[in-house]
């Protein structure tokens, strides 16, 4: 029995080598084929070729194999054909990270985020309320020596009654408190049409969970220069946020940092799931910088330090905070921003109060 | 021991209609408050006045509640009392069932949906990919009875190097096929830029569920009068839901319909999972029709007919679905769209058959 | 260039049919291999020689295939080989549909379920509490044609100091009402050590969704040949579900119930979400009587009805239900379990008054 | 009418504090009540008694607040007052963390966990498959310096057909080994009948997610003493997980470790979803040490050091993961584990070299 089985596995060998053989003279085909195609810019991929194809097979098929099975393994073979003729393609997937290709490093105002060196921290108000609001605040945060202020001036709100910022006065606003304060301006930006005024008054355009694959606010933006601040939507899978940033790149801007919010789940006790995995995944996949939005992540104060820590310990280039004067009468997020007490005892859990140099914007002479 | 428990359980039944007491006082002075507070137009929420008055409980608590438990019990308080103050404007809610107001029909052309009667049927391809596929496809539902027919021209992708629709050109394809058939035109809208188009050549807007929570789409197209097909977000809350369709209310389009096309969870078996819970609810909670896309629940052809069956039964005011003359070539969704048999072996299998009047379109004179 | 491509595409038109034949032929060797496999009772899988083969294929690989395509590709041709060499094996995986074998029915005491004609109703209190309260419960259902009472004895409980169940006396209990109204006692059974006391006072052993992958309890009670009511796990995959009954079929109990009774998500409006794909599809891929559970998918009495109407229209051979003679004092379920005028309404609501007959246990000489 | 509003919120104030004496005095009655029911053994909680008073107080309500508030504002009142009679028990809540009780310390053969210092590693094969098997991979981790060896006897699998271990042949062989080596041996529990051999044989009983809520077997080990390795179900909220250890204390069993495994999600590209926010809130919230599996967390061997790293930092007491000297011939796991150069690589990237002492089995004259 013993000797029967081997036997057949050395025909079974030789078959392979046979298979193999012949599969890669199919491949140098479908190569050329493929060239020829992307001379004449005629698409890869031809279903009614391949519906063709499939039809033959079956029709020649004799089995042991059912015909389904036959359909399933030239699927296959044409897949793997196509990734062939598509590799090029593949390697020019502007978000894929590749040898030849450094990581992304976004500047903004002399801030580097994705040098893999001290991470950034980017801190606000959830929403800007008002002018004192806004002015003491970067003034805080400046003094403990962050450069990127958020807050927010068009409020996505699931309520249509909720407070929905303060409009484009709340973006002047925002800019005028960095501007005193020496820090660059991060505000979230919902619609195409208000691009010309984040274009003057912002310095880094962020895109929220919800907008994640609002494919024509993607393209819009895609087409400024600014910085951009990609937001994971509420349930995207992985592939489908660094397809959103595929957006972005393909329309022209390289300025892209994605951003980890937490997922939805069934978990009550926190309002998403910080998933890290998804922070290393990223940063393996793609050569763009990712941080972490701590805030919405948790949903909860008694959080931020532990999940600052653990995005910092998995790679993040950053984290995103929220700071308030007063949380307990702000507009928005009551329960999970901090207040500024809060704000440096969260500096010297986390360890940042040592990465962040306080003076930083005499050095870089604001 | 029996007896001690009694006289004790006594003084309890007394105090409570004490507490209720004091509580009803304390609920009228809040009304008369409220009252003032929307004459002068200020907002029933005041988080600093709340604070004084959680300070000052929390400064003259003895126990044996703790400090906390105070606080959460007068917040449930406050909460209760403005609750009350809001009672007009939530009856005002303008998505909520009352019984003033008799359940929402949407007219299109001829066609009603929501009157709780026959179930209306929206068939047509994912995508509008030429001039001879929507036109015969478009002449295929016409004959059998259907009225309503949709097709894509501007399509949400995930990826940016897919087919995004043919865009304008594909609106006036997806207008005269209709109109050659005597049907209306369902088509999604993706960019509220895009609105003019789309009052001129759809008659239904269609909001998918990768731009539910796009507050500046809504916004616009709230203030059309065109019906929208309001389909629930990839895993958006009924709440969130029912919240986007405020918004459209909010700004004055009275012409919603809300679809259940499934939620995303754990499950791989099914591309979503049809949560015909949502249908019941939505029914339950508001006045607008509820109509289910059975093509996008379950991303499998084999599950088209149960899904339809279900969404009828549980109370849905119409189902929505994909055909495409040759599936296998389509440009999206290849695995989902049915052929025009397998369109008539659904047609019988759920019953539609007996629903629809395909002489219907002489009735109403196209 | 026309002519070019369609010279190569006739290239690989042979090639197709070459590797057609070569597949074949290894698959007829393969096959046999199996069949030897089978004979000597050694596995079909065996990773060692799998290995081995794509190390000769890579070190044979010039390209230009990677060698991880080509690795990938061969995968595809040993599992579908593999999956020829256990087709026999599949078509005896024992929950699955196959043509030489009907629908599974479930005798129960006179009552039938999946029979495809009128759907069971299972009734009855949550936990079985007192002889009052199990007493009059039965009366009820009894008098109503229910014919299968259900009632926990042993609670799974998430709390340990939660009231747990009367354990065997509350078998006892069960098993006396349902005696003294002609009814089939159904209980939850948590650990194989209390089979003997299921087999002597139950007539339906149900697994809950904690307990569904409790394997050793599965193989326990697989080797009983009362019915198994197997409810789907929190969030278990349809896979995993039906493989749960594998195991108790592979033990010889070849009389399952599936049960339906919704999946963990993030939806909070209600307690699971009810998944009527996954009876369909439950439905479809095996021979087993599907029944749902309507009072543990939605965790509210205003959903029984309408999913109710859902799981039956979508093909579900019966409803099971909670109903207590006052479910504000239960000590389980409170707000999920109906009293007896709402289990009135609910019969009316969905028909079933007209599917059962209330004088069929004097029928079956009860 | 600023002067009038004033004078109204004086009104409130006064009612507030005359509610808040009231509520006081109701609380103080109701711990007398509830010092009584504890002596006679008698539950705190009395629905028959809440259903009374909502009645006495709905019959007794004029409004403005509807019968429904009220109702909810008492029952709110009520489980104050509950809260307060259970504060005791509350803390005596076996798994809180409390001031009068500092972090427990599982001590398992000289290694112990929880201490807050030095993380610890838990390495092995899944399954135990050969004398062979398990010795070398025993050798080679205790040269490494782990003290924890883990490796399944029993397998829980989803499919009857798969390798489901070598049962108590897989626990003699894993405890042979362990000796020879100096370590200390983890396996997995799945059958309360098995536990004397798991008494003999094993250091440590690990629950498996599966069995997470398999009451039955939790109240099985809680009776024993030796320590306990508890993960987190499949899909368990944190409140569930930590209720299960609760089981085990309540049973006798002090030596419980909690292990974060990764939760269902829908996202597909890691195997589960790593939640971080659960080890920083079950170290928050309970007194236990929590450990986490890096395997089954991603299922993904690239994840293996970015997941370590996060764990650590957010706190976790060790690390769980597995070592398998030829991964791609195991009989379960082949995507997961490391070989031999791999877990050296491990240890490296991740510093554990830095923190286990290899020669630590000597110190320990093993």
Chains 1, 2, 3, 4 share one sequence.
């Not at 020019?92 to 950034?120: A, F, M």
């Not at 619609?191 to 962020?206: G, K, M, S, T």
């Not at 946020?241 to 022209?252: F, I, K, S």
Request: charged share 25%.
């Amino acid at each position: 029995m013993e000797t029967k089985i081997r036997s057949l596995r050395d025909d079974i060998d030789k078959l392979n080598l046979e298979i193999l053989e012949k599969l890669s003279e199919r491949a140098k085909i479908a190569e050329a084929i493929g060239e020829l195609q992307t001379q004449t810019g005629s698409s890869h991929y031809d279903p009614v070729r391949e519906a063709e194809m499939l039809d033959a097979l079956t029709a020649a098929n004799d089995g042991p194999f059912s015909d389904a099975t036959v359909k399933s393994l030239f699927k296959q073979i044409f897949q793997a054909s196509m990734q062939l003729e598509q590799e090029q393609d593949k390697k020019t997937y502007l978000t894929s990270r590749s040898k030849d290709r450094g990581d992304t490093i976004v500047e903004i105002r002399g801030t580097r985020i994705g040098t893999g060196e001290s991470p950034v921290l980017i801190a606000g108000p959830c929403a800007i309320e008002s002018k004192e609001q806004v002015d003491v605040t970067a003034a805080k945060v400046a003094s403990r020596g962050v450069t990127l202020f958020r807050g927010g001036a068009f409020k996505p709100r699931t309520d249509p009654y909720s407070f929905q910022g303060l409009g484009e006065e709340g973006l002047k606003l925002g800019r005028a408190a960095a501007d005193a304060h020496g820090l660059a301006f991060v505000a979230e930006i919902m619609d195409a049409r208000d691009l010309p005024a984040f274009e003057q008054y912002a310095d880094v355009l962020q895109v929220g969970a919800r907008n994640m694959q609002n494919f024509t606010l993607l393209k819009a933006i895609g087409q400024s220069r600014k910085p951009v601040l990609l937001k994971r939507g509420l349930s995207a899978t992985i592939q489908e946020w660094v397809m959103a940033a595929e957006y972005l790149l393909y329309e022209g801007n390289p300025n892209v940092i994605l951003c980890e919010r937490g997922i939805r789940t069934y978990e009550p006790t926190t309002r998403n799931t910080l998933d890290v995995s998804a922070v290393a995944l990223a940063k393996q996949e793609t050569h763009l910088p990712v941080v972490v939005d701590v805030t919405h992540s948790g949903g909860r104060r008694d959080l931020l330090v532990p999940l600052t820590k653990a995005a910092l310990a998995i790679g993040a280039d950053g984290i995103m905070m929220e700071v308030h004067p007063n949380p307990a009468v702000a507009l928005s997020d009551q329960k999970q921003q901090v207040d500024f007490d809060s704000f440096d005892a969260y500096l010297e859990a986390t360890g940042y109060d040592k990465k962040l140099t306080p003076d930083r914007h005499e050095v870089y002479g604001f």
